[in-house]
């Protein structure tokens, strides 16, 4: 009997109501507070998101910033009409504590960490007003933190592997590696190529590029940058043709099923004919999906689909609601513009061991 699919759709951001300053005062304590809450290997229950929900967009092209992830074109666009202020240039966080007692990390945990873009903040950033700042920022990842985070990962023995490795080990009894990982990118941006692929390369790590046909249509990206990074040993996801959520929208809304089929099924034919290989593995834009998406994603061909409900435990049963680890640009960062980290990424481990971004 088929496995209930309940409509899921994120929830509000709620971390954007607190101001950086507030942020800075209480992370060292609310850090603390949920390291010392997971003091058991039970893994929690699902969680919504911390996304917030994209407006209903006609397909065709990516908005600015859709409240699900922001388009592939240059993310400070949408803000570069706004006025500099000059009084508000601190947006350094506070440095996350180094934890003392974090929780074991469950039998069968796969994190599947979850990025868009990698690129260094703009020469002018500290001139720009917070609203500006956190915009440019929802979305990044710091080439430094991502490069560290790589050491770290190998440094404590992780693998990377692809959605598709996932699958072989359920399907076919294909071996797994002692500790895999699994690098996620959204969207289609050209740090995937300039930054992140020569990253990965000097380590031999691979990673899961979910490319939208609309990053393609913006000349974002280009087909032969995807076939460099598909020719590297990445796998290359389906992120829909148009970058618009589908299903768990406010209000239950939710795209016909004539849309729905049209946006995850005609993408794996356009990439096989640009890459030579149809995608197995899809990530649902804005992270909504219902019953209706998940049958629709099985009869189109994937093996595996990825949400954003957090967790680092997968598994066969919900292969195509797959859990992620969000990464954020603030984790273990103390100054944006230097790119200063805290030794040791304290928060980054914390995130391998399932303490959640959504319980800081």
């Not at 979305?139 to 992780?158: C, K, R, S």
């Not at 099924?265 to 149809?278: E, F, H, L």
Request: hydrophobic share 45%; proline share 9%.
């Amino acid at each position: 009997m088929a496995r209930a699919v309940t409509a899921w759709r994120p929830r509000e951001n709620h971390t954007e109501h607190f101001t950086i300053h507030a942020i800075r005062r209480l992370a060292p304590l609310l850090v603390a507070a949920a390291l010392a809450a997971c003091s058991t290997s039970v893994v929690p229950p699902s969680l919504g998101s911390v996304e917030t929900p994209p407006s209903t967009i006609a397909p065709g092209s990516m908005p600015p910033h859709d409240g699900a992830t922001p388009s592939p074109s240059s993310a400070d666009d949408s803000a570069s009409t706004l006025e500099p202020d000059a009084s508000a240039v601190d947006v350094t966080p506070a440095p996350s504590p180094m934890p003392t007692v974090l929780p074991p990390i469950p039998e069968g945990a796969v994190p599947i960490l979850y990025y868009h873009r990698v690129q260094a903040v703009p020469p002018d950033f500290a001139t720009w007003d917070h609203a500006r700042q956190r915009a440019f920022l929802a979305y990044d990842t710091l080439p430094a933190a991502f490069e560290a985070q790589l050491d770290w990962l190998i440094h404590h023995g992780y693998t990377t592997i692809l959605p598709r490795d996932l699958a072989a080990y359920w399907d076919a009894g294909e071996r797994l590696p002692k500790h895999p990982v699994i690098l996620t990118f959204d969207d289609g941006f050209p740090s995937w190529v300039t930054t992140v692929l020569p990253m990965l390369r000097k380590r031999s790590m691979v990673a899961e590029f979910y490319l939208t046909l609309d990053a393609i249509a913006s000349k974002t990206l280009r087909w032969s940058d995807v076939r460099r990074l598909a020719t590297a040993g990445n796998g290359i996801g389906a992120h829909d043709v148009h970058h618009v959520q589908l299903a768990g929208l406010p209000g239950g809304r939710a795209a016909t099923a004539e849309v729905m089929w049209h946006e995850i099924n005609d993408i794996r034919s356009v990439i096989k004919a640009q890459v030579g290989t149809a995608p197995d593995s899809m990530a649902y834009v804005g992270g909504g999906f219902d019953a209706t998406l998940v049958d629709l994603v099985k009869q189109a061909g994937y093996s595996t689909a990825r949400s954003i409900l957090r967790g680092i435990v997968q598994s066969r049963a919900d292969r195509f609601t797959l859990r992620v680890v969000r990464i954020g640009a603030y984790d273990d960062v103390i100054d944006p513009v230097t790119e200063t980290l805290v030794d040791g990424l304290p928060t980054f481990t914390a995130r391998m061991h399932w303490v959640s971004d959504l319980r800081l």
